[in-house]
């Protein structure tokens, strides 16, 4: 069974940063590409970044390009989410996601679709005040 715990969220101010980790337990990590996504109140989960097995192929939202870097250590089982340049507008819930079937494809595969995903963190809240 896999496990995924999310760390990192907390209250930022508008235009402050923050790194989301998410360390990942009882399987191999490096053979399964990741995502995250994010839940705002009141509205549907929404894609935010993925990268693959090896971490040499990412995938943004466009909500968040250019702001959002995803990366991942597997010698440290662990997969991290810096946001910069934060708005009110990032404030939600911030899971991260693990997709077994990413297993079975070359290592540049991704998907952005909640769907593929088949484990989930608890969640870290994150808060921006403007």
């Known amino acids: 069974q896999v496990q995924l715990v999310e760390s990192g969220g907390g209250l930022v101010q508008a235009g402050g940063s923050l790194r989301l980790s998410c360390a990942a337990s009882?399987?191999?990590?490096?053979?399964?590409?990741m995502g995250w996504f994010r839940q705002a109140p009141g509205k549907e989960r929404a894609f935010v970044a993925t990268?693959?097995?090896?971490?040499?192929?990412?995938s943004y939202a466009d909500s968040v390009k250019g702001r959002v870097t995803i990366s991942r250590d597997n010698a440290k089982n662990t997969v991290y989410l810096q946001i910069n340049s934060l708005e009110p507008e990032d404030t939600a819930v911030y899971y991260c996601a693990l997709t077994s079937m990413s297993t079975y494809f070359s290592d540049t595969y991704l998907v952005s679709s909640g769907r593929s995903y088949d484990y989930w963190g608890q969640g870290t809240q994150v808060t921006v005040s403007s």
């Open positions: 990268i693959s097995r090896s971490g040499g192929s990412t």
């Open positions: 009882g399987r191999t990590f490096s053979s399964y590409a």
